[in-house]
């Protein structure tokens, strides 16, 4: 075997080799740059609360893959700066459309109201207030312990269900350890008739709160309970309405006699 002809052929699959290696090098570095291309999106530099107004001091520019576009986000901090934010935001993470209240919706505890709802406060007490135990976000039936006009008994009746507590005295945020705080004071998310129902039972009885699982939406039918039924007896019925039969439901006759040429009329 001719070792020139060897030599050429080794020299020839390292050029090969090389030229290979180069082509795919410089392939690979080119998808790697167009991936690693960002762009600037707003985020906010601290934590922030429900309720609280985006300001420079806490907002920041964050780096982000351009091939991962963040739908619904702000790449200008002036887009953002006096809105309000509807639910808490951790450090860094970006500022959504979604998050924010609409511009001039106010601040505070509004800007959690929905259109069409309405925020109302119900007084509580440790008792009521399922022993501390309602946090901002819980869902609650509301109760409401009256006298009974139709039987002349106390008893309880299931006003509205499946209520959102959007305020545990001041507090809009649950503790973040799950601790309970007695609150003199619930604010409840309800649609306008539900209000009137709320209020106008606040003013007949004791309103107390029944603590529900989130994820349980489902109502149920209500009833009132009355006293008898806490010791077995089937509940007393209701005072039948009196009514007044009227004289002209009664009816009247009358008896026309002819006598000669005499004429008389009896009615009875």
Known sequence: MNPRRIALALIAALLLSA???????????????????????????????????????????????????????????SDVVGRAVIYPLGEGQPVLDRY????????????????????????????VGVAGFLFPGSRVDV???????????????????DVE??????????????KPQTVSVVTLLLSPHDTQKVVLASTQGTIQFVL?????????????????????????AAKPARTSVSSSAHHSYSVETVVGDKRQTINF
Request: proline residues 6%; hydrophobic residues 40%.
């Open 19 to 77: 030229a290979v290696t180069f082509f795919l090098a410089r392939k690979i570095n080119n998808r790697t740059r167009v991936h690693l291309q960002t762009e600037t999106w707003v985020a906010v530099s601290r934590p922030v609360l429900a309720g609280e107004i985006l300001k420079p001091d806490n907002l920041k520019l964050l780096d982000w893959p351009r091939s991962l576009p963040i739908t619904g986000g702000f790449n200008k901090v």
């Open 143 to 161: 109760l409401v312990t009256y006298h009974s006009e139709q039987t002349s008994a106390t008893a309880t009746q299931i006003v509205v269900q």
């Open 165 to 178: 507590v959007l305020t545990a005295g001041q507090n809009v945020e649950p503790d973040p350890q799950g």
């Open 100 to 127: 924010l209240a609409a511009s001039g919706s106010g601040i505070g505890l509004t800007v959690r109201i929905p259109e069409g709802m309405r925020a109302t406060a119900v007084r509580s007490n440790e008792v």
């Open 212 to 236: 529900r699982n989130g994820a349980d939406r489902g109502h149920v039918a209500s009833t009132p309970v009355a006293m008898a039924e806490l010791a077995g007896q089937d509940a007393p």
